[in-house]
């Protein structure tokens, strides 16, 4: 396997809406296993077929394993997506629950950050990489990365959906201190 070039921020594939999968074999394969890859390298918590320059309804998520306390204490239990790789195929969401506003990032735009509201709980509906169809119910981190990458996959990049240019910050690096690539992104 290989890990793909992300497409660069112009990229016109990054505000296409993307093809339905219809192939589940061999080549689909391939490609969500260099996602994969792609996605631990940068490293990032999801990534969608798009911003490695493919124009098809596939996401890869994997949220680290380790969780906040605070976040722990606030669900009342661990987060059962932590630590599994999850890939959807067609995915949908079909309901929403709750608004928050919190900082995201992309791999897409590295040098950008912002507030974005999303829903707090989510349920999607979609294939998994064999074709078989799942419903994922989530909350937190998980639903926004859910959110997230079904944005990529109708053209929207995250800085669409920050509310107003003083909710979008620059990172600037420097030679002290960087961007931080251990620091991940949606």
Known sequence: MAIRPLAPTNDPVLREKTKKVRDFGPSLQELIEEMVETMRAEPGVGLAAPQVGVSLQVAVIELPEEQEEEEQEERGDKDP???????ICNPEVVKTWGAEEQEEGCLSMPQYVGDVTRATRVVV??????????RLRAEGLMARVLQHEIDHLNGTLFV????SLDKLYRIEPSEEDGIDKEEEAV
């Open 125 to 134: 509906k979609a294939q998994d990489r064999r074709g078989k169809q799942i």
């Open 160 to 163: 669409d959906r920050v509310e």
């Open 81 to 87: 997506y932590r630590g599994k790789l999850i890939v």
